[in-house]
């Protein structure tokens, strides 16, 4: 049972490149969220899932894209990255019941560096 | 919206030295509260919750308590730890949403 994974664990890229964070989680969450991490404003979410096939917006959810084909799988995608997405980004699970549900399962993390 | 207001830090403290990290919060209905802990180059662990009014969360020698007329969850710890030294996350998770708000996290650095 490794939990919630996350690749890269850092990354650099140029302004206007894309790339795609990968998430994956082997608990059989329903929910799935990315969250992103920058100094004295804690965690703002970004985008969220509810169930395979099904995503909504965050708090900031502007310059991300994300889909969710799979319960295991929610990957997020910056179609052009711009240095304001310079951050460390979290992806978390929870299940949608039972006496944890309310329990987000963080994954490590990944640092984006954007030049 | 709901908010989370924590103590800005570091916070600084010897070795055996007693902790409180305030945290306040602004929600409507009755959210459930959580502290989650985040060690150095690691994800965020749920350090404890509490979900209605009145209940006390504990974990490894940390409390906190739901007060709802004050909407207040301070972390309180008798004797801390080098070992505890992280950036601690005060949040609400409210049931008329899906997501969890945190607060701006709070840095204690402990002194041998």
């Known amino acids: 049972n490794a939990g919630v994974t996350q690749t890269p664990k850092f990354q650099v890229l140029k302004t206007g490149q894309s790339m795609t964070l990968q998430c994956a989680q082997d608990?059989?969450?329903?929910?799935m969220s990315w969250y992103r991490q920058d100094p004295g404003m804690g965690l703002r979410l970004i985008h969220y899932?509810?169930?395979?096939?099904?995503?909504d917006q965050g708090e900031v959810p502007n310059g991300y894209n994300v889909s969710r084909s799979t319960t295991e799988d929610f990957p997020l995608r910056l179609l052009s990255a711009a240095p304001s997405q310079t951050s460390v980004y979290f992806c978390?699970?929870?299940?949608?019941?039972?006496?944890?549900?309310?329990?987000?399962?963080f994954g490590p993390g990944t640092r984006l560096l954007v030049l | 919206g709901d908010s989370v207001t924590q103590m800005e830090g570091p916070v600084t403290l010897s070795e055996e030295a007693f902790l409180t990290i305030n945290c306040t919060y602004t929600?409507?209905?009755?959210?459930?509260l959580f502290w989650y802990v985040q060690y150095p180059g690691e994800g965020l662990q749920l350090l404890l919750k509490?979900?209605?009014?009145?209940d006390k969360g504990s974990n490894k020698g940390f409390e906190a308590t739901y007060r709802k007329e004050t909407t207040s969850f301070h972390l309180e710890k008798g004797s801390v730890q080098v070992s505890d030294s992280a950036v601690y996350f005060c949040?609400?998770?409210?049931?008329?949403?899906?997501?969890?708000?945190f607060g701006g996290g709070t840095r204690l650095m402990v002194k041998p």
């Open positions: 978390a699970s929870r299940p949608s019941g039972g006496l944890y549900q309310e329990t987000q399962y």
């Open positions: 949040a609400l998770h409210n049931n008329a949403g899906n997501m969890l708000t």
């Open positions: 509490a979900t209605k009014a009145d």
């Open positions: 929600a409507t209905g009755y959210p459930s």
């Open positions: 899932s509810v169930g395979a096939g099904i995503t």
């Open positions: 608990m059989n969450h329903e929910y």
